[in-house]
Nanobody, 127 residues
Framework: QLQLVESGGGLVQAGGSLRLSCAAS????????MAWFRQAPGKEREFVTT????????FYVDSVKGRFTISRDNAKNTVYLQMNSLKSEDTAVYYC????????????????????WGLGTQVTVSS
């Protein structure tokens, strides 16, 4: 099992940057693909980005491509999300999630693949 704890959220002006962290407990962190999802008020939780168990492969939704960067440090059981050029539409609660591989594919994008979730961290971008 994994327990996930996000940190690093906050209030930032449009165009600014934030770095989110997600610390995982458990000795099998490297057996999981990791992802960030987000949920804005009144909207469904949406997939943002995922990273493979090794960190060699990543995938981003088009709306954050070129602005967000996901990375992981398996020695520290931590995954990061560097967010640059933030926009007001990035305002949401950001959740870290883990998907066991297998049965999940290398870069799982469907929410149903994800077994473990953090409680989320609020990101607010003021325009």
């Amino acid at each position: 099992q994994l327990q996930l704890v996000e940190s690093g959220g906050g209030l930032v002006q449009a165009g600014g940057s934030l770095r989110l962290s997600c610390a995982a407990s458990g000795r099998t962190f490297s057996s999981y693909a990791m992802a960030w999802f987000r949920q804005a008020p009144g909207k469904e939780r949406e997939f943002v980005t995922t990273i493979s168990w090794s960190g060699d492969s990543t995938f981003y939704v088009d709306s954050v491509k070129g602005r967000f960067t996901i990375s992981r440090d398996n020695a520290k059981n931590t995954v990061y999300l560097q967010m640059n050029s933030l926009k007001s539409e990035d305002t949401a609660v950001y959740y870290c999630a883990a998907a066991r591989i297998p049965p999940a594919p290398l870069l799982p994008k469907k929410i149903s693949y994800y077994d473990y979730w953090g409680l989320g961290t609020q990101v607010t971008v003021s325009s």
